[in-house]
């Protein structure tokens, strides 16, 4: 498969990734534009001044927190595309990815799928095209399925669907079913692989 | 079917609906935390003195907009589910009439789906019992189709997933795509029915 945009993961510090994880949780919990630089200084436990040795502005935190988190699971997902063949495995082993993320990681997904409007024209851009990427990964496992007679065609509108399906289960999933990952994933990928059957 | 909470639509002026309709395009483009009543009253042309005449506070407004776009559609759902009995055409209809809110009143749905954190907590647990009550909807349609053979048991989980294909549409689909409701309608319809098919 070609290789999209920011496929690599950056190196972060301790501190930084400690300040995006309470900012993530106060953006989630409040939303972006309820929350103060104050709020986050505070939180932290850094104070403004501080604060802004590690960040450049609330803005950039905010397309951070997004980056890196799309970066995280383009990286995984190819990884399992590239690592396996069938379709079932492919669906089954990236509909976990996606649902461990939006588990384990509540707040920092809620953050990535709830706040895009938030950002700034052209971080917005860099944001989109990563979810441009992710999805492409699917794009391809669903052609692929095609070619080998597994899948009916789908298009465009139909596989957003299906990822909706996953994004938008944000909002009433939390860590507190941490534990049923795996049932998740089997359910959703049942509906995906059930709804896409040749 | 047992009629749950809020079923029938109030009346409203002609004014207030007209506040409600420009105050969610700004909430829904800019985020409800980062628009202001003095930009909700220049953009409506009232200024803040006459606006405060027609809603109490953004809150009540944002709270207003959630309540009067779940009626709307629970009316509409109920109707539907009185008037047809088989699940296919149940479907299909269900499938439309949300579709086509998620489309044609694209900036109240990302309101309505994207905003209730940002409610005060008496009217985000009224708003989630009209989440709930619609949910409800979908749910005896399923276990309607289960017992006549058509359906498969379907659980919570996979059932929010499903309604989460479409509430995230509201994400990448606008007012520009209204001539495609009925395709779109059909597309996610058909999902469902292939997925859940016994």
Redesign the interface.
Known sequence: MAKGPAASTVPISDARRRIMKIAAELF????????GTNEIGEATGYGKGALYYYIRSKGDLLHDIMTIYLRDLIHEARQIVAQNDGVKERVMLLSESLMRAVVEDNAEMTVC??????LEEDQRDRVLALHGAYLQIWRQVMEDAHVTGDFRPL?A??L???L??????F??LSSDRAKDVP??AR??A???L??C?A
Chains 1, 2 share one sequence.
């Open positions: 989630s919990r409040k939303g972006y534009g309820s929350v799928l709830r706040e895009v409007h938030a298009d509108d139909e957003k669907g299906l909706g399906m996953y994004f938008y289960s909002l009433w049932d998740l359910k959703f049942g509906i995906v059930r709804s059957h």
